[in-house]
């Protein structure tokens, strides 16, 4: 029998599991303040980041919650089940040493994504306490920093597991 190379049984190349965390309020996407975030809701962007995700080899999970120890426990969590994590952690980005703590724990690449451009905002969203601890920011392009958040993570799994792709 001639081997067929879409053969749902032939081995494939595991793929890049990234876990998207969307922090407080940034379910109101779309309708929240749409002069500085932009129209788009947070489920066209959770949509949109399956399907490129899909044409990249990448598994996206993303999840959304107000609260901040939630956000500890998905962190916790990710451990062992995600490769990348893409965090906008919203307001808490600029208080939160639990979520910096967090992360620094599981120790798995993160990337930070912001909508808008925090520094040319009020000045106390211009310090993350997370800034120093992810391997870079993506912010002030709206809903397509997410997009290229999850196109970074790319590259950080092809540099972490070259055999991925
Ligand atoms: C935000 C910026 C934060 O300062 C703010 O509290 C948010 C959204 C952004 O995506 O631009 O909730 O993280």
């Known amino acids: 029998m001639p081997l067929n190379k879409t053969d749902a049984t032939a081995p494939r190349a595991p793929q890049l599991k990234v876990l998207v965390i969307h922090g407080p309020n940034l379910n109101l996407l779309g ?32 999840y959304q919650t107000n609260s901040e120890g939630a956000i500890v426990d998905k962190i916790q969590n990710a451990r062992g089940r995600a490769d990348v ?12 040493v639990a979520i910096r703590d967090a992360l620094s724990a599981v ?11 925090v520094y040319r905002r009020e000045r106390f969203r211009h310090r993350s306490l997370v800034a120093d601890i992810v391997v870079g920011r993506i912010m002030g392009f709206g809903a397509a920093g997410y997009y290229l958040a999850l196109r970074a993570a790319r ?4 540099a972490s ?5």
């Open 31 to 62: 309708a929240r303040e749409p002069e500085i975030y932009g129209s788009t809701t947070l489920k066209d962007i959770d949509r949109e980041l399956k399907r490129l995700g899909a044409e990249l080899g990448i598994t996206v999970t993303a």
């Open 85 to 96: 994590i893409l965090i906008n952690p919203g307001a808490y980005t600029h208080t939160s």
């Open 107 to 117: 120790a798995l690449p993160a990337i930070e994504v912001h909508l808008s451009n």
């Open 155 to 158: 590259e950080l799994g092809a």
């Open 161 to 165: 597991a070259p055999e991925r792709h």
